[in-house]
C-alpha cells in the first residue's frame, strides 16, 4: 500500500511510534497533489510552507515523547475555514485576496492533534450549491470519473481525500454539503449534531444550520475526527456546552439489537431502477448485520427543500450583509458610500450568492416576513418533530443520500433542479440531528462506474451509536475500499517503509 | 401571497447592483423557486411555535470581564482603506 493511500488511522499509530515521520507522511501527500490536483483541482491553494513547517512540529513533538491523536495526518480544509496567514475566499471574488487574522477552533483542534494542512480546498461560493461548480475560483473534478461533479459543496474537501491528496477532509454541512460529495467521491461524509463542533471561524452561511465535520476514506477515521474537533467552545455561543462521548474507541461490527427505521415516504420506487436495486440491496445487508428494519414516518419530509430554501437564504443574506468593501475583502471605489456598496457586492458575489441573498432578503422584507420567514420556521418545528417521533420507534433511520448518482459538469444549468439535490439530506439539517454518508455500491452510468451513498441518521448526540452502526456496515460491505482512477493512476506515491 | 418579486427593490435591500439581464434572469428563477415555496401554505402551523435553532440554549452570555482580542494593527489591516487608525469610506453626509 502506497502512503497516501494509509487511513489517519494506520498514519497516526505509525507516526505515534515513530515507524514513519510526519514529514514522510507531508512530502507524500504534498508529491500526490502535485501529480494529480492538476486534473482533480481539490485544491484552491496547496499550503507547502504551512505543511512542512507542521510537519517539523509534529516531529519534535512526538520526539519529545508525546502521543498525538492523528500525528502526522495529511487534512484539506475547506477555504471558508480560517487558518491564520492563509488566504481563506469561500472561493469567492469577495474574499480572493483576503487573508485570515485567526484560525477557526475546529481547525486549531485538528492542527494540535498532529494534522498536517496539506492545502484550502474549492467549495461552491460561500457553501452554496450541491457540485461544486458554484466556486468562482477554480473547478474541482470527481476523482472517480473527471467529467463528473465531486458533489458541494465541500466538493474539494471531498475530491482531496478521494485522490489520496489527504486523509481527512474537513467540511461544512448546511443542508447535506458534507454528506453529498461524501457519497459522491465514495467516501464517508459526517454531519455532527448541530451545536457539537464549534463554528467559530467558519464563515457564516446560514447560522442555525452550518456545522462543521468530517471527510474520510474510512468510519474508523471519521469517529477519529470527530473524536478530535468537536467538544464545547465558548468562542461559539451556539456551541453546546455538554461533555462529547469518544466515538472511535469501541466501533461495532454488527448491528444486532439495533432498531433501523425506513422511511416511509423517501420512496424508492421514486428513484431510478439501478439505484433502487442498490438501496434495497442496503437495507437487506444492514438486516443481515442484525438489524431490525422499522416502517418509519417523517410526515412533513416532503417540505424540507421549501422550508431550507426560505430559512438558510433568510440567514445567508443577514450573514453576508458584512461583506460591504468596508472592513475587509473586495472595495469597488465609488463616489458615494451606497454605489461602493452596490458595485461592491455586485462585482463580488457569483450568480447563486446573488440569487440566495435575494431570495433571502424577499422572505425577511416588510409584507413577506410573516408568510414566508416565520411559516418556514414553523414548518421547521415540524421537521424536528417528525425525528423525535420516529426516533421513539427506531434508534437510526436509513435512507438514500442523494437522488442520483454524480453527474456531469454543467448538466444542472437550473437553480432549482440544483435545489432538490438536498432532498434527502434537508430534513436532517433542519432537525439539527446528526447523519452521514457511507459508501454502499456503484451504478454504472456512460462507462463508468458511480459511487452511491446510505444515509444515516440518529437522535442529537448519538454520534457514537451512529459512527458505530456506519462501521459494522463498511466492515460488512467494503464498498468504500476502491480505489479513484484519479489516485489510482498517480505513480508518485511513495512506497511504504519496509 | 403569490405575486411577482419585484427583483430591482430587493436588490436595493440587498445593496447588490443587478444588469437588466440579470434583473430578468434572477426575477423567473426567483419565481420558480417562489411557487415551489408557496407549497408550505398547505402544513396547518396555527397553533405551532417557530424555530430559530433546534438546541435548548438561549441567551449565552459570558462574564463582562476583559479578554484578548485582535490587535488594532491586525483589524485596520483588513481594511481596503485607512487613513490613521481609521477604516477610510467615502463620504456619507450631504456637504
Not at chain 1, 154 to 173: L, W
Amino acid at each position: 500500500m502506497k502512503l497516501v493511500d494509509r487511513s489517519a488511522f494506520d498514519v497516526a499509530r505509525d507516526v505515534n511510534a515513530r515507524r514513519l515521520s510526519a514529514r514522510e507522511v507531508t512530502d507524500a501527500a504534498l508529491a500526490q497533489a502535485d501529480a494529480v490536483d492538476g486534473q482533480v483541482g481539490a485544491y484552491l491553494r496547496v499550503e507547502y510552507d504551512l505543511a512542512r513547517a507542521a510537519a517539523a512540529r509534529v516531529d519534535a513533538r512526538i520526539a519529545s515523547g508525546e502521543r498525538l491523536a492523528l500525528a502526522g495526518v495529511p487534512l484539506a480544509v475547506k477555504d471558508n475555514m480560517c487558518v491564520i496567514g492563509t488566504r481563506t475566499t469561500c472561493a469567492s471574488r469577495i474574499l480572493e485576496h483576503w487573508t485570515a487574522p485567526y484560525t477557526a477552533t475546529a481547525v486549531q483542534r485538528m492542527l494540535d492533534a498532529g494534522c498536517i494542512p496539506i492545502g484550502k480546498a474549492n467549495l461552491d461560493e460561500f457553501a452554496m450549491g450541491s457540485s461544486c461548480e458554484n466556486s468562482a475560483l477554480g473547478v474541482t473534478r470527481n476523482p472517480y470519473d473527471l467529467s463528473r461533479v465531486p458533489g458541494g459543496s465541500s466538493g474539494g474537501s471531498a475530491a482531496a481525500v478521494a485522490a489520496r491528496e489527504a486523509a481527512i477532509g474537513m467540511g461544512s454541512d448546511t443542508g447535506g454539503s458534507i454528506r453529498e460529495p461524501g457519497a459522491f467521491c465514495n467516501l464517508v461524509g459526517f454531519k455532527p449534531t448541530y451545536g457539537r463542533v464549534s463554528r467559530y471561524g467558519l464563515i457564516a452561511f446560514a447560522s442555525s444550520l452550518d456545522q462543521i465535520g468530517p471527510l474520510t476514506r474510512t468510519v474508523r477515521d471519521a469517529a477519529m475526527a470527530y473524536d478530535v474537533m468537536s467538544g464545547h467552545d465558548p468562542m461559539d455561543s451556539t456551541s453546546l456546552p455538554r461533555a462529547v462521548e469518544p466515538a472511535s474507541r469501541a466501533l461495532p461490527t454488527d448491528l444486532r439489537g439495533l432498531r433501523v427505521g425506513i422511511v416511509r415516504e423517501f420512496d424508492l420506487q421514486a428513484l431510478a431502477p439501478a439505484m433502487r436495486t442498490i438501496y434495497e440491496r442496503a437495507y437487506a445487508e444492514l438486516e443481515s448485520l442484525g438489524a431490525a428494519l422499522v416502517d418509519v414516518s417523517l410526515p412533513t419530509v416532503d417540505y424540507g427543500v421549501a422550508t431550507y430554501y426560505l430559512i438558510a437564504p433568510a440567514e445567508c443574506s443577514a450573514n453576508l450583509a458584512r461583506f460591504d468593501g468596508v472592513r475587509y475583502g473586495l472595495r469597488v471605489d465609488a463616489a458615494d458610500v451606497g454605489t461602493m456598496y452596490e458595485q461592491t457586492r455586485a462585482q463580488g458575489f457569483g450568480p447563486e450568492v446573488k440569487r440566495r441573498v435575494l431570495i433571502g432578503t424577499y422572505a425577511l422584507s416588510s409584507g413577506y416576513y410573516d408568510a414566508y420567514y416565520v411559516r418556514a420556521q414553523k414548518a421547521r418545528t415540524l421537521a424536528a418533530k417528525d425525528f423525535a417521533v420516529a426516533f421513539g420507534a427506531c434508534d437510526i433511520i436509513a435512507s438514500p443520500a442523494t437522488s442520483c448518482p454524480p453527474f456531469t459538469l454543467g448538466a444542472k444549468s437550473d437553480p432549482y433542479s440544483m435545489y432538490l439535490m438536498d432532498y434527502y439530506t434537508i430534513p436532517m439539517s433542519l432537525a439539527g440531528v446528526p447523519a452521514l454518508s457511507v459508501p454502499c455500491g456503484w451504478v454504472r452510468e456512460a462507462q463508468a462506474d458511480l459511487p452511491l451513498g446510505l444515509q444515516l441518521a440518529a437522535p442529537h448526540f448519538a454520534e457514537p451509536l451512529l459512527l458505530g452502526a456506519a462501521h459494522a456496515y463498511e466492515q460488512a460491505t467494503g464498498y468504500s475500499a476502491r480505489v479513484s482512477p484519479a489516485a489510482a493512476g498517480s505513480a508518485t506515491g511513495i512506497e511504504e517503509p519496509a | 401571497m403569490s405575486e411577482k418579486i419585484n427583483v430591482r427593490y430587493v436588490a436595493k435591500l440587498a445593496r447588490i447592483a443587478l444588469t437588466d439581464d440579470e434583473v430578468d434572469r434572477f426575477g423567473a428563477q426567483l419565481a420558480v423557486l417562489l411557487e415551489h415555496v408557496e407549497a408550505l401554505g398547505k402544513l396547518d402551523v396555527g397553533a405551532v411555535p417557530a424555530t430559530a435553532q433546534v438546541l435548548e440554549l438561549a441567551n449565552v452570555t459570558r462574564d463582562d470581564k476583559p479578554a484578548p482580542c485582535l490587535d488594532r494593527d491586525t483589524v485596520l489591516g483588513q481594511a481596503p482603506r485607512t487613513q490613521g487608525a481609521f477604516v477610510r469610506v467615502p463620504r456619507i453626509l450631504a456637504e
